[in-house]
Structures are given as C-alpha cells and as structure tokens.
DNA sequence: TTGCTCCTCACGTCACGTGAGGTGGC
DNA sequence: TTGCTCCTCACGTCACGTGAGGTGGC
C-alpha cells in the first residue's frame, strides 16, 4: 500500500467534494443534500468558481449524522433544531429516538410474523372446526342472522386476536355442548324480535347472570384484556334490535360491569 | 360470561360498522380507509340510508392485511395488484416482502448502534491519539496542507468504518515510525508542487512501488473492501496537484491495479 | 464538439392530514 | 337543541423525485 493512500479528501483550499462525489460518498441523492440546505440542516458549502457547491470532510461527517438520524425515522425540522440543541438536551433526544428505534424494530418483528401467517394460509378461511360449528348451529335451529354473526365473529376475533381465538371458540363450543346453556343461546337469538319490555327480556337476563356467575365465578373473563373488541362487537349487537341492547343493559347492571 | 358476548358484529344487513369504528377497531385512520377505497385497494361497500359506509366482518380482515402490507412497507399500488395476484405469484411477493423486511430490521438495527455510537462522542471528535499523530507529522515537517487532509481524511475513515479505522491508522503510525518510509511519505507531500513530468516524480513511484511490495507482499491491502473510499479518496487526492496524478497512474501502473 | 456534472426553478409523487361546509342519528 | 359521526371536495404536508432549460470542465 502507498504511503498515502488515502491522503485526498481536500485540495488547496480544503474542499473538493463535488455535490455529486459527497451524495455518493454518504449515500444520498443530490436532491436530498440540496433539501438539507433548504431547510437548514446542514450549512451551505463554498462555491468554486463555477458556482459548483465545494465540500469538505467536516460537511461528510455532518451529513453521516443527519443520515442516520433520517434513517432512524427523525423529521428533519427536528434534526434541524438538534443543531442548536445543549449537549444534555441532545442526550435525551438520542435516548428518545433510541427508544423509538426499538419500538419499530419490535413492531416490524411482529408485521413480519403476521405476514408469515397470512402466507400460512391462517387467515385465508376460517379453522375447519369453526365451519362445524357454524354447520351445528343451523342444525340446533338458530336463525340464519345468528350464524351470520357468528361467522364474522370469528373471523374477526381469528384475524386480530390468533393466540386467544382457540380458546375462546372452544368455549364457545363447550357452552353449546351443555342442554342447558344451549338453549339460553337460543332464546338470546329468538330475543332479536322481541318488544324491549317483553317479560321475557328480563326473564333471559336474569337466567344468563345467573349461567354466567355459575360458569364463571366473580372472576369475569374479558375484563382484563386490554382490547376493546368485547366492547365494539357488543355495541354492534345492540345496534341491530332494541332488545338486545336491553338485554345487555339488564346483565351489565346486574353484573355489576 | 354472557353466552354470547361477542355475538355482534353485524346487524339485521350484515354490515354495521361506521367507517370510524372499523377505523378504531383495526388501528387506522378514517381517512387511511377513505384512501385505500379510492386506489382500489379496499372495496368500497354499501351505504346505508344516510349514506354511510356499512362495513362487515370480511372488509375488517381485508383491512386488517392491508395496513400488515403498509407496515411492512409496500406501496399502495402494489398492494391492490396483489389483490388480483394468483396464488404462488402471492407466494412469490411474500417472499420478497418478508426478505425485504429482515433487511430493514437489520438496518435500523446498525442505525441504532451507529446512532448510540454518536451519543458515546465517538465522532464528536477523533482519538486522542489521531491528534497526537498530526502534531507528529507538523514536527516532522510535513507541510499544512498535508497534515489538514489527513485531518479530514482520518474524520472521514472513522466516521464511515469505525470497526476498521483503527487498524488503518495504527498501520499509518508504524509507517511513520520507519525513517526510510517516512521520508517516501515526506516526498510525496513535497511531490505536490513538482512538474508532473520531472525524473523525481518517477524516482518516486519507484520507491513507492518498491515499498509496498516489501510491506505488504502481493496482496495489496484495500484492494478485498468492498468499499469504494479508497477510489474516492485518491481521486480527490489527484484533482488537487497534477503531479500527484502522474504519481498514481505510474504507482498503479506498476502494481497492476 | 460530446458527454458528464453542476446550477436553479418548478412541478410531481406518495400516503395521507386537515379544515371547509354540510347532513344525519340520540 | 347539542354533540357526535359521517359525507365530499380541496388544499396542505413531508421528503424528496423528476424533468426543464442552461452553464462549465475534459
């Protein structure tokens, strides 16, 4: 190796970079350098004589900086004001952006474990034993509204919440399996038609806090979880008939929730 | 638990989702689903007599896919294509995209190491010991010009290829250390003024020539990088003295470079 | 002279965000 | 009636990309 080899970088007034040369260098387009000069994020070099911007090694540094930065998803008017930032100020945005780095690596982990299951074919159709069930309750004799429902249900709960989806249709499934269960199901689906302040409403209301209290104990199962999907799907069941949504006000009351 | 307590979905029309809660419930905005309409890549569904949008079940799952596609970072335009993809030609792009997605982990990954990196100072100024080394070479008569382009020029190498710059500038200081070497390195700053033309020029890629042989053998070190710093950095070494120039072309000439 | 790089507007693009002005359900 | 959601343009924004038309060095 020469004694030299890397002995360039400036000429006679100490800078030779070329806008070209420097995006190149760093790689970034030119027009992104030129934005950086826009918006003053890295100062303006000299001009040669042909009004060739010049640039030294102290603007290649710069701009390695500011690269990273964009990299790692900072706005430029945001690593415009850095600049003048104190050292401690400085500090703490670099623990910020840190923070923020391994919140998007994290989140691109999982982005990409979802696109696994999509190509698995997880979400294409529903589990077969989803299918079954909704065979078996056209079987049981619920309307067709009911399996209707159902259907997106489950498609909705398998699609958002995969890990928990089993567990919860194979509870679903064990309720149905009980006579007595089952046919408090069915009297919520024939509820749909009812008048609000049919006696059968309340009646319904007081066998299913009583069902669930049995089955559940004080410990109510989807209180804890943080997703608001019982609440939205229950919002669009009361939607479709007055009496459901007395029904839900009923139990809610009496449940206590 | 209620027996069903996610019975609700859908409505006596299957379709009972405003266009704010299907928003909400998936994580995207109203006008994220007002775009994805618009490109084609959601159907738009029907409205209801006020003229809302009533979404089911099935443009919940197909949203949710679509905003797993734009996290991962798909343009718009390539995600509607897709809907109308056969299947292993959608094989195919999952493939990609989850390659693509290792990728940008992998590189936010050396953003954030690069990032912590500046935090620790390791660029807000060089070693101690490339100081000492420039006040060395001012003491070995090394002209002003030379030792601000090795400034530069070490800021730049530590700033660009921190793991190997290390190594570079110890072999640097080695080669100070060596009178006869230090004095072709001191040639070759007094070699800048020179006509390109004088014997001395000649006399001096020779000695050069031999040297490195003699150092480093026939494997030329900088020559494995993948980097393209070293052609950059000689070539801005060039631009700036016409004899430096001749020197290169007879140095590379003689190695076969 | 040719080809390459550079210059400065200026408009285009991508994926939305943000009112402007108006309507519909509890 | 009030507050909330929805509707449709239409323009704004962010970080550039892309010519348009012209100049300068080998």
Redesign the pocket.
């Known amino acids: 190796m020469r004694p030299c080899p890397w002995g360039r970088v400036k000429c006679d007034d100490g800078r030779v970079?070329?806008?070209?040369?420097?995006?190149r260098y760093v790689g970034?387009?030119?027009?992104?350098?030129?934005?950086?000069h826009d918006?003053g994020l890295l100062p303006e070099p000299e001009?040669?004589?042909?009004?060739?911007?010049r640039y030294g090694a102290r603007h290649a540094v710069d701009l390695i900086k500011i690269r990273t930065l964009?990299e790692a998803g900072?706005?430029?008017?945001?690593?415009r004001d850095l600049r003048s930032a104190a050292d401690d100020e400085l500090r703490q945005a670099l623990r910020e952006i840190d923070a923020n780095l391994s919140a998007r690596i994290r989140g691109l982990r999982a982005t990409r474990q979802r696109l696994r299951d999509f190509a698995d074919g997880r979400l294409r159709a529903l589990p077969a034993e989803v299918g079954d069930h909704l065979d078996e309750l056209r079987r049981l004799g619920f309307t067709e509204r009911w399996v209707t429902l159902q259907s997106d249900l489950w498609l909705l709960v398998f699609a958002t919440y995969p890990e928990t989806a089993s567990t919860m249709f194979d509870d679903q499934v064990r309720i149905l399996a009980d006579p007595a269960l089952q046919q408090i199901v069915l009297d919520y689906d024939q509820a749909h038609d009812l008048d609000p302040l049919d006696a059968r409403v309340d009646d319904l209301a007081g066998r299913i806090v009583a069902a669930t209290r049995e089955r559940y104990g004080s410990e109510l199962p989807g209180q804890d979880t943080d997703s608001e999907i019982p609440a939205l799907i229950q919002g669009e069941v009361n939607?479709s008939s007055p009496a459901w949504r007395r029904l839900d006000t009923l139990i809610r009351k009496s449940l206590g929730a």
């Open positions: 970079l070329t806008i070209g040369r420097l995006a970034v387009s030119i027009k992104a350098i030129r934005v950086y918006k001009r040669d004589a042909s009004g060739y911007r964009v900072v706005p430029l008017a945001r690593i939607a």
